[in-house]
């Protein structure tokens, strides 16, 4: 009776009005709770689904220098497979005659070898010596293969970046994550299909030749062991080409899911753009500070212009003609408003004339640049200023 006494007095101080904040704010804070979990799912989702764009040139140089770069197994798999198959059909008399040479001599002269600790060392290193020997090229062989075909895949990447310690990847419960996730199941999937797809091959080409298995029991000794190599190096070719067709498929896979790992949201691009090309404000103040740079480089050559032509005030376009060294006028400066009226003055502290025609100045400062010559269409009413300023030149000598 006194526990379920105590037990109401509980409920009862539970339910009384100054515990009702701290329950509200308890369901406040899971609700709060759950909502965050579902928001954060969402987020996820949807920023699976914006990636979009296609990885930017910078995004797939700043990979490569991680170290992540589309490669295929299963097309270097292949490569060393079919070279293997085609290096052992052209060594595959040598190498039959090497081992018929290690069987006589293992059958012949090590026959009578006394069997003691010292004989057996001897024999068994000498056995292991001509075995390496027969396998040598082959293994030479795999090594360049391997080296070639990784080179050609990651186009000659050498990074230290993976090699550097990642405290993440010590993370026994992210291990366990990776070794059950979805990726590797399928990679699970893909490989037991192709284990089968590679044994179905290997089970045809033993099948149309099991007519003359069969009658190697009829062959001599010394034509069954040259058969049965054949009948491997037929089998490991066709096996061989089978593998090829699976690692191009595979190769062209893991480019395109290697892009795709990589594309970016529309954000991204435009924030990556943005600094590459810098922020507006920046770009409009290296921009100010070009054509300063380049109105002060104009503003040297004034001095020695052969005439200043103006609009009188909006425009002032400052020409020089030099006899035996200008085809025709050249635009040496000019400017508008407020650079016009340096470009002006700064002519008449140097006595360099300053006229007047406002249709000839709006044509050059709307169709030629500094540094070029006038066009053709220009020369008449050039000609005329030419004159005017030579005249005004001589009679300032005859004074």
Not at 29 to 35: F, I, S
Not at 123 to 141: E, K
Not at 217 to 233: H, R
């Amino acid at each position: 009776m006194r526990c379920l006494d105590n037990l109401a007095d509980g409920l009862r101080a539970w339910t009384s009005p100054r515990w009702k904040p701290v329950l509200q704010g308890a369901g406040e804070n899971l609700d709060a709770g759950r909502w965050h979990h579902r928001s954060w799912l969402v987020m996820m989702a949807d920023d699976k689904e914006s990636r979009t764009e296609e990885p930017s040139h910078k995004k797939i140089e700043d990979a490569r220098k991680k170290g992540q770069v589309s490669k295929s197994q299963d097309f270097n798999a292949a490569v060393i497979f079919l070279i293997l198959a085609l290096f052992l059909t052209v060594l595959l008399e040598g190498v039959y005659h090497s081992l018929q040479r290690l069987m006589i001599r293992a059958f012949t002269v090590n026959l009578d070898f006394e069997i003691t600790e010292g004989n057996l060392r001897v024999l068994f290193l000498d056995y292991m010596q001509q075995g390496l020997r027969i396998l040598a090229p082959f293994f030479v062989v795999m090594v360049i293969l391997g080296i070639v075909s990784n080179l050609f895949q990651t186009r000659f990447l050498f990074s230290v970046h993976p090699l550097k310690p990642d405290p993440g990847r010590l993370n026994p419960v992210k291990g366990f994550k990776n070794i059950f996730s979805q990726k590797s199941l399928v990679n699970l999937l893909k490989n037991m299909a192709k284990m089968a797809l590679v044994g179905y091959v290997a089970v045809l080409t033993v099948q149309s030749m099991l007519v003359p298995i069969t009658n190697a029991m009829f062959l001599d000794t010394g034509k069954i062991f040259p058969f049965f190599l054949q009948l491997l190096n037929r089998l490991v070719l066709n096996v061989s080409v089978f593998m090829v067709g699976i690692g191009g498929l595979d190769f062209l896979y893991q480019r395109y899911d290697y892009r795709k790992g990589l594309r970016m949201t529309k954000q991204e691009t435009k924030d990556e753009h943005k600094n590459l090309e810098g922020d507006p404000q920046i770009r409009s103040f290296r921009r100010q500070k070009q054509r300063e740079l380049a109105a002060g480089r104009m503003m040297q050559d004034v001095p020695d212009a052969t005439a200043v032509i103006t609009n009188p005030t909006h425009y002032a376009v400052a020409i020089r003609y030099r006899t035996g060294e200008d085809e025709a006028p050249v635009v040496v400066a000019k400017g508008q408003d407020l650079l016009a009226r340096r470009i002006r003055d700064l002519a008449r502290e140097h006595g360099v004339p300053v006229l007047e025609n406002k249709p000839l100045a709006r044509m050059m400062y709307r169709d030629v640049d500094v540094g070029k010559s006038i066009p053709a269409s220009m020369y008449q009413a050039m000609a005329e200023v030419l004159a005017l300023v030579y005249k005004m030149t001589d009679q300032k000598a005859g004074k």
